[in-house]
C-alpha cells in the first residue's frame, strides 16, 4: 500500500471519525444525523433482511445500462467531433453550458415516450453523463502532441492502428476521467429520477425513509450508495495507474 493510498484512507478515517464524534456528542442534532457507526449497522440490518435486495438490483441495472451508454455514446461522438473541427467549434458552446439544464423537466416527456418503467430513468442518468464522456475524450484527444500521428503518417500507418497504437494509450488519463465522471452522474442521474415517480429502486427508498422520518434506513441507503461509489472510482483510479506505469508515463 503506498503512501498516497495511506493519505486517502486517513481522510476518509478521519472524517467517519469526526463525524461519529459530533453525532455522540449531540453537536450534530440525533434528528439532523445518526452516528456513522448506526448507519452501517442500519446498512446490515437492511442488506441482511433482503428489504432492498429487489431495490438495489432495481438501480444498479438501470446505472450499470445507463453508465455502458454514456461511455459508449460519449467516446464515438467525441472521437467523431474531434475529427470535425469545423463542428467542434459550433457545438463548444453548448457543451461548456449542457449542464445548466435542467434535465428533469424532461421527464414526464420521457415517461410519455417509453411509459412508467425503466427507461425514463435510465435516459436521465445516460443525459447526465453523456456530455462529461464526450469532454473529457476530446479532451484526451487534444492533449496528442502532433509529432505522434507524422510519426504514424511516416509509417504508413492507418487510422484505425494510428488510434489504437498512439492515440487511445495518450489519451487513456482523460479517458478514464471520463469513465468515472460518467459513474457518478448515471448514479446521480438514475437516483435522483426514482426520488420523482418511480416504484422502486434506491432513490425511491430514500424518498420514503425520508418521507417517514427513518433516519436509520435513509442514513444507511445514502452510505451504501457514497460506499461503492468510492470503491468503483478507486478501482477505476488504480487500473489507470496500472495501465500509465505500464507505458512507462
Known sequence: MNRLTLIRLGVIVGFFGLLEILCRTEVISPFTMIPPSEMAIALWTLIASGEIARGMRQT?????????????????????????????????????????????????????????????????GFLFAVVAMIINTLNGLDKIPRVYRKVARMHHMGRAKTALLIELPYAIPNLFTGVKLAVAYSFIGVIAAEFILAPGGLGYAISFAYDNFDNEAMYALMLFILVLVTIINMSLHAYEQRLLRRQGR
Do not use: E, K
Request: charged share 5%.
Open 60 to 124: 444498479l441495472g438501470n446505472v450499470a445500462v445507463a453508465c455502458i451508454l454514456a461511455i459508449t455514446v460519449g467516446f464515438a461522438v467525441g472521437a467523431g467531433v474531434h475529427a470535425l473541427p469545423r463542428l467542434r467549434r459550433a457545438l463548444d458552446p453548448f457543451l461548456t453550458t449542457y449542464y445548466a439544464v435542467p434535465f428533469f423537466v424532461f421527464y414526464p416527456l420521457l415517461v410519455f415516450i417509453f411509459g412508467m418503467n425503466n427507461f425514463p430513468m435510465i435516459m436521465i
